[in-house]
């Protein structure tokens, strides 16, 4: 079936056929028999850009490949690719464990959480899901099934490699021990910019989860104050809760919003209402779902962005290159940049994966509706200025990069070409991304 | 590939020393694209685009036979064609053409029968990419015929009509038709006629030509008013329409 596809931003829709496969056995006869367009996998559609979309080509709906196993006594998942990490929270909470690495949605597939090697807030302490994976089961080019270890050549290519090397059918993984689903969480505010720096690095350590929001649209004295929230998974000694995990959508968001919605007006008033109502300094306690995936609480929350949708521009500069973080911000404060959520986080070590967006530095993620004016050139101009400080741009929630980014963004670019050529020399396995980006 | 700000990578240009079309490759590159294609006959030194890579690639309007070999070496250069620009053309002039009818003929030939053969090219490929926009450079000319220049007039309204069909044909495949409708250009091609009322420039051709293309749009008027006044002009009577001075 013929369907138009886009990513979470709602951006760029290109036509494809959809196919969905049941097995193992019907995804390599759809990838043996794919057409002259190639094929890309695709899970729960949550890359914001054209990572999953393959304009006049075969994209095969992973979702359909959703059984999994679990080993208590070694800690490890057995997951098909389609699984999402929201059912395996569900089931595994109440018996005492948790995903290694949980991004801010739990509505992605293990299968895109590998590819995309994804990212939580607990990053600078246990890296990337990519980190946790100690096996792949990967339909290659010829149809087959190969079987994947962190020592394969084939392994760091495919995790982070935006499924260029193949479908990921199944994936083993190690899971975290937890004693109750809550967490208890430090809240804190800072003044300003610096202010935030310094105390995400001198209190990060402490904590396993941590991040900050920050208000992008105050200017001057205080340019980049933030909340920080910083948190830990709460023992059975300080509360006593038996774990339980049946987070649902509270809200729906309608199926049509009207363009503008998300105005300088209205997400200044946001940010300044969020900010205020942050304690200066405290400790909550909270569940699970609303410390990590506060917007899985509005269903299809991509929707209120209006028909144009939006575009999520998020990077990482070393640290060291704080004054390049420091400019990106003062930038898109001055030209009144409208993000509703700008969220800062520190990196620890990367998982190896060959085009792995995190590496030790600052991130820093925005989402902006399309249709600002000066936006390509302004975030172009971000790019330079990412790629001289030694930094990069995150693909799974790239819709906008120049090709001629890559090599600067990615010194491992053309080591992972050589692999993903003698795995798939024809170039089968493609994407709008693949094309836009020429990997 | 579009991006999600509406930017282009590739851009292939039919009728490689068109002022109008080099202005719209211009301004995409100056918002992202990074290959051009131009399609010319004869021996051409390209311009310098922007810092742009350019191919230039032999093209004769009339040798209809040969343009799948245009687009196939076209997309052998560059991959995916993001927009196609369909500029090629000639003016003439009525005198001219009532003197020569086989001048008049040929001038049709080039100004719609070669875009027709261009334009089915154009389509399959972009077809089969699921994405990518045609850009068919028409003219007010062809909205109502008028007597001063029935020739090239007749042409453009059938390379119009050809349009709109072709877009409507190519609904829900992923690849659009931009109809561009600029009223009097002052440019090369009109060197020495005198402008007519709501007259542009190449350049403002090309920005609303680019803008059209960024909102994804079916249709553009150069000047926009152009649009209404010709839905005007089109309701009034021939007795008064043949009396109009140009």
């Given at each position: 079936?013929?369907?138009?596809?886009?990513?979470?931003?709602?951006?760029?829709?290109?036509?494809?056929?959809?196919a969905?496969?049941?097995?193992?056995?019907?995804?390599?006869?759809?990838?043996?028999?794919?057409?002259?367009?190639?094929?890309?996998?695709?899970?729960l559609?949550?890359?914001?850009g054209?990572?999953?979309?393959?304009?006049?080509g075969l994209?095969?709906?992973?979702?359909?490949?959703?059984?999994?196993?679990?080993?208590?006594?070694?800690?490890?998942?057995?997951?098909?690719?389609?699984?999402?990490?929201?059912?395996?929270?569900?089931?595994?909470?109440?018996?005492?464990?948790?995903?290694?690495?949980?991004?801010?949605?739990?509505h992605?597939?293990?299968?895109?959480a590998?590819?995309?090697?994804?990212?939580?807030k607990?990053?600078?302490?246990?890296?990337?899901?990519?980190?946790?994976?100690?096996?792949?089961?990967?339909?290659?080019?010829?149809g087959?099934?190969?079987?994947?270890?962190?020592?394969?050549?084939?392994?760091?290519?495919?995790?982070?490699?935006?499924?260029?090397t193949?479908?990921?059918?199944?994936?083993?993984?190690?899971?975290?021990?937890?004693?109750?689903?809550?967490?208890?969480?430090?809240?804190?505010?800072?003044?300003?910019l610096d202010?935030?720096?310094?105390?995400?690095?001198?209190?990060?350590?402490r904590?396993?989860y941590t991040?900050?929001?920050?208000d992008?649209?105050?200017?001057?004295?205080?340019?980049?104050?933030?909340?920080?929230t910083?948190?830990?998974?709460?023992?059975?000694?300080?509360?006593?809760?038996?774990?339980?995990?049946?987070p649902?959508?509270?809200?729906?968001?309608?199926?049509?919003?009207?363009?503008?919605?998300?105005?300088?007006?209205?997400?200044?008033?946001?940010?300044?209402?969020w900010?205020?109502?942050?304690?200066r300094?405290?400790?909550v306690?909270?569940?699970?779902?609303?410390?990590f995936?506060?917007?899985?609480?509005?269903d299809?929350w991509?929707?209120?962005?209006?028909s144009?949708?939006?575009?999520?521009?998020?990077?990482v500069?070393?640290?060291?290159?704080?004054?390049?973080?420091?400019?990106?911000?003062?930038?898109l404060?001055?030209?009144?940049?409208?993000?509703?959520?700008?969220?800062?986080?520190?990196?620890g070590?990367?998982?190896?994966?060959?085009?792995?967006?995190?590496?030790?530095?600052?991130?820093?993620?925005?989402?902006?509706?399309v249709?600002?004016r000066?936006l390509?050139g302004?975030?172009?101009?971000?790019?330079?200025?990412?790629?001289?400080?030694?930094?990069r741009?995150?693909?799974?929630?790239?819709?906008?990069?120049r090709a001629?980014?890559?090599?600067?963004?990615?010194p491992?670019?053309?080591?992972?070409?050589?692999?993903?050529?003698e795995?798939?020399?024809?170039?089968?396995?493609?994407?709008?991304?693949?094309?836009?980006?020429?990997? | 590939?579009?991006?999600?700000?509406?930017?282009?990578?590739?851009v292939?240009?039919?009728g490689?020393r068109?002022?109008?079309?080099?202005?719209i490759?211009?301004?995409?590159?100056?918002?992202?694209a990074?290959?051009v294609?131009?399609?010319?006959?004869g021996?051409?030194?390209?311009?310098?685009?922007g810092?742009?890579?350019?191919?230039?690639?032999?093209?004769?309007?009339?040798?209809?036979?040969?343009?799948?070999?245009v687009?196939?070496?076209?997309?052998?250069?560059?991959?995916?064609?993001d927009?196609?620009?369909?500029?090629?053309?000639?003016?003439?002039?009525?005198?001219?053409?009532?003197?020569?009818?086989?001048?008049?003929?040929?001038a049709?030939?080039v100004?719609?029968?070669?875009?027709?053969?261009?334009?089915?090219?154009?389509?399959?490929?972009?077809?089969?990419?699921?994405?990518?926009t045609?850009?068919?450079?028409?003219?007010?000319?062809?909205?109502?015929?008028?007597?001063?220049?029935?020739?090239?007039?007749?042409?453009?309204?059938?390379?119009?009509?050809?349009?709109?069909?072709?877009?409507?044909?190519?609904?829900?495949?992923?690849a659009?038709?931009l109809?561009?409708?600029?009223?009097?250009?002052?440019?090369?091609m009109?060197?020495?006629?005198t402008?007519?009322?709501?007259?542009?420039?190449p350049?403002?051709?090309?920005?609303a030509?680019v803008?059209?293309?960024?909102?994804?749009?079916?249709?553009v008027?150069v000047?926009?008013?152009?649009?209404?006044?010709?839905?005007?002009?089109?309701?009034?009577?021939?007795?008064?329409?043949?009396?109009?001075?140009?």
């Amino acid at each position: 079936m013929t369907t138009f596809l886009t990513g979470w931003g709602r951006t760029a829709p290109t036509p494809a056929e959809l196919a969905r496969p049941r097995s193992v056995a019907e995804l390599c006869e759809l990838v043996a028999a794919a057409p002259g367009r190639g094929v890309v996998a695709r899970g729960l559609g949550r890359s914001y850009g054209d990572a999953a979309q393959n304009a006049g080509g075969l994209v095969l709906d992973c979702t359909g490949l959703d059984t999994w196993t679990f080993d208590e006594s070694s800690g490890l998942v057995t997951a098909s690719g389609g699984v999402s990490l929201h059912d395996l929270m569900t089931a595994l909470v109440p018996r005492g464990w948790f995903v290694p690495v949980s991004p801010g949605t739990r509505h992605v597939t293990v299968g895109g959480a590998i590819a995309a090697d994804v990212h939580g807030k607990n990053h600078h302490r246990d890296s990337s899901f990519g980190a946790h994976v100690r096996s792949i089961t990967l339909v290659t080019a010829d149809g087959t099934v190969r079987t994947l270890r962190p020592g394969d050549p084939l392994f760091p290519a495919t995790v982070g490699g935006m499924g260029l090397t193949g479908v990921i059918a199944e994936a083993t993984f190690g899971c975290v021990p937890v004693e109750t689903s809550l967490m208890r969480v430090d809240v804190q505010r800072t003044a300003d910019l610096d202010e935030t720096l310094a105390t995400m690095a001198a209190t990060d350590d402490r904590y396993r989860y941590t991040v900050a929001w920050i208000d992008l649209l105050a200017r001057g004295r205080r340019m980049g104050r933030s909340v920080l929230t910083r948190g830990d998974h709460v023992t059975r000694a300080e509360e006593k809760e038996s774990p339980a995990f049946a987070p649902g959508a509270l809200l729906r968001a309608p199926a049509w919003a009207p363009g503008g919605l998300l105005n300088g007006v209205s997400v200044r008033a946001f940010n300044e209402l969020w900010y205020r109502k942050a304690p200066r300094r405290k400790t909550v306690v909270q569940g699970i779902a609303p410390f990590f995936h506060p917007l899985d609480f509005v269903d299809g929350w991509n929707r209120m962005y209006g028909s144009r949708g939006f575009v999520q521009y998020q990077f990482v500069v070393p640290f060291g290159a704080e004054d390049t973080l420091r400019g990106i911000v003062g930038s898109l404060s001055a030209h009144g940049t409208v993000s509703f959520l700008t969220v800062l986080k520190r990196f620890g070590p990367g998982s190896g994966g060959l085009l792995s967006f995190p590496m030790p530095g600052w991130t820093l993620a925005l989402d902006i509706p399309v249709g600002q004016r000066g936006l390509g050139g302004l975030l172009r101009g971000f790019d330079r200025r990412v790629a001289a400080a030694g930094g990069r741009v995150y693909l799974a929630k790239d819709a906008r990069l120049r090709a001629d980014m890559m090599a600067a963004m990615y010194p491992e670019l053309e080591r992972w070409r050589r692999i993903r050529d003698e795995a798939d020399p024809a170039g089968l396995f493609r994407s709008d991304l693949a094309r836009r980006l020429r990997l | 590939m579009k991006n999600a700000l509406g930017a282009v990578d590739t851009v292939l240009l039919l009728g490689g020393r068109s002022e109008i079309g080099l202005e719209i490759v211009r301004l995409l590159v100056g918002l992202g694209a990074s290959r051009v294609v131009l399609a010319v006959r004869g021996g051409f030194d390209p311009p310098e685009l922007g810092g742009a890579e350019v191919h230039v690639v032999p093209f004769d309007a009339l040798d209809v036979q040969g343009h799948g070999a245009v687009f196939a070496k076209a997309a052998e250069l560059v991959g995916d064609l993001d927009v196609v620009i369909s500029a090629f053309g000639v003016l003439g002039s009525q005198a001219g053409y009532d003197a020569d009818p086989a001048a008049a003929a040929e001038a049709v030939a080039v100004n719609y029968g070669a875009h027709v053969s261009v334009g089915l090219h154009a389509a399959r490929v972009l077809r089969e990419q699921g994405h990518g926009t045609l850009v068919v450079l028409s003219s007010v000319a062809g909205a109502r015929v008028r007597k001063a220049n029935f020739v090239y007039g007749s042409a453009k309204a059938g390379l119009d009509g050809f349009a709109q069909g072709l877009g409507d044909a190519l609904h829900g495949s992923g690849a659009k038709v931009l109809i561009v409708r600029p009223g009097f250009v002052i440019g090369r091609m009109t060197k020495g006629l005198t402008p007519a009322p709501m007259s542009s420039t190449p350049r403002q051709v090309a920005v609303a030509t680019v803008g059209a293309l960024r909102e994804g749009r079916s249709s553009v008027w150069v000047p926009r008013a152009l649009g209404p006044a010709f839905g005007l002009l089109r309701l009034l009577p021939r007795p008064l329409w043949r009396r109009l001075p140009r």
